[in-house]
């Protein structure tokens, strides 16, 4: 077991630009998690992953941010036309079969958007 | 909308005190609780969960929780300055499978 993975740990892009970012869950965790964290916040959640299938996405996530998980294995996410306000800590966390719900964590990817 | 509530602090306690975190939490049909501790520029790490109304203990931690009251709490017995972080209280259930996060509360640890 290494843990949840994320790559980039660190981006810096121009606003504008389009940023994408992968998450390794712990393997055999079939759910996997998207949130995003500004300074001073809890994680704020963007969406979720049962397997490869989508099953929620926040009401508050514009249509510039599309997640995928193909072969419910390893996820993106994607920014597009990246703006000031996307600066914040993108953290994934997976959790394991069945019934429980806690969480864990990755090193989390920290976008800076100049 | 589910709410998770938490004093922002800081906390400061004497290295060797008791610090006592507390959670309150809006929807009545939660059926976890979760404990993170935060450390700054790094990402959450799970450090206690409890199910049950009660206590459950786990080294120098102890849960608290009271569901009529809808509190939870985390005890840190016999602080040290590493325990000094930001400690953030999850809540999950009723149904969903994506916990709600406060915002957490700052503790402080001087020697």
């Known amino acids: 077991d290494t843990g949840v993975s994320q790559n980039p740990r660190h981006k810096i892009t121009k606003r504008g630009q389009n940023v994408t970012f992968r998450c390794d869950p712990i393997s055999e965790h079939n759910r996997l998690y998207w949130y995003r964290q500004t300074l001073g916040q809890g994680p704020e959640f963007l969406t979720y992953f049962q397997n490869e299938a989508q099953l929620e996405k926040s009401r508050l996530l514009s249509d510039r941010f599309s997640a995928e998980r193909p072969k419910g294995s390893f996820s993106t996410l994607e920014i597009q036309r990246t703006e000031q306000g996307d600066s914040a800590m993108y953290l994934c966390?997976?959790?394991?079969?069945?019934?429980?719900?806690?969480?864990?964590f990755g090193p989390g990817t920290r976008l800076t958007v100049t | 909308q589910k709410e998770v509530e938490q004093n922002s602090g800081p906390l400061s306690v004497p290295e060797g005190a008791i610090a006592s975190l507390n959670c309150t939490y809006s929807?009545?049909?939660?059926?976890?609780f979760f404990w993170y501790r935060q450390y700054s520029g790094k990402s959450p790490e799970l450090i206690m969960f409890?199910?049950?109304?009660g206590d459950k203990e786990d080294g120098r931690f102890t849960a608290q929780l009271n569901k009529a009251s809808q509190y939870v709490s985390l005890l840190i017995r016999d602080s040290q300055p590493s325990d000094s972080a930001t400690y953030l209280c999850?809540?999950?259930?009723?149904?969903?499978?994506?916990?709600?996060f406060g915002r957490g509360t700052s503790l402080i640890v001087h020697p």
């Open positions: 929807d009545r049909g939660s059926q976890s």
């Open positions: 966390a997976s959790s394991p079969k069945g019934g429980s719900y806690e969480q864990y």
């Open positions: 999850a809540v999950a259930g009723g149904g969903s499978y994506i916990p709600t």
């Open positions: 409890i199910y049950s109304n």
